[in-house]
């Protein structure tokens, strides 16, 4: 029962250095998210992160992980009543955005990643795409896209990814008193969706 205890706090710890290390490369970017500075925002002795994480490559290539489980799971909670490819992708899309403000972190170790971390990187789109293509079989299934090949499944799924990371970097990183996206933002976003890959 101890050990359980104490292995629950050690990976509790771990979390914690890693949320407060996204905070960090939010503030100064990966080049310049030292050890000093991520261990005085976790309040945390600089010698105890080495007993979490092998270096400081290490920990930073934790951080593209945590971001994208934390937005899965809000994601996987939030869509449980979606019933069709465009109620998906709603939920997906406000997901995102209500999850990464400019002061989260989270964007900016988004958009860094793919020249800090690149094969995390590619791991994090080549997961998300398979996500994407397998919610499109499900769809297609139900009788959804009657118009689209199978074939071409792959290229949506990028397509529709790389557009929602453009956005945010324009409407959230680019403004730090961003609320969120603006309406009409998530309002042709999603009427693009429709109209291009359901209509």
Do not use: W
């Amino acid at each position: 029962m101890k050990a359980e205890r104490m292995r629950t706090r050690r990976e509790q710890l771990r979390i914690h250095i890693i949320n407060s290390a996204i905070k960090v490369v939010g503030r100064h970017g990966y080049a310049k998210a030292s050890m000093a500075r991520i261990a005085e925002e976790a309040g945390v002795p600089y010698g105890s992160i080495y007993l979490y994480f092998r270096s400081h490559h290490d920990l930073l290539h934790q951080l593209l992980p945590m971001v994208s489980e934390t937005l899965r799971a809000a994601i996987r909670e939030k869509s449980g009543k979606a019933r069709t490819f465009l109620e998906h992708e709603t939920v997906s899309f406000d997901v995102l955005f209500e999850q990464t403000s400019a002061t989260s972190g989270k964007q900016r170790v988004f958009a860094e990643a793919p020249f800090f971390v690149p094969k995390v990187y590619d791991a994090y789109m080549e997961s998300m795409a398979e996500s994407y293509i397998r919610l499109m079989y499900a769809c297609k299934a139900r009788g959804e896209f009657p118009n689209l090949e199978e074939q071409n499944f792959e290229a949506i799924a990028y397509s529709l990814m790389g557009a929602k990371q453009f956005l945010l970097r324009r409407y959230i990183l680019s403004n730090e008193k961003a609320k969120g996206v603006p309406q009409n933002v998530r309002d042709t976003y999603l009427g693009m969706v429709e109209k291009i890959f359901i209509s």
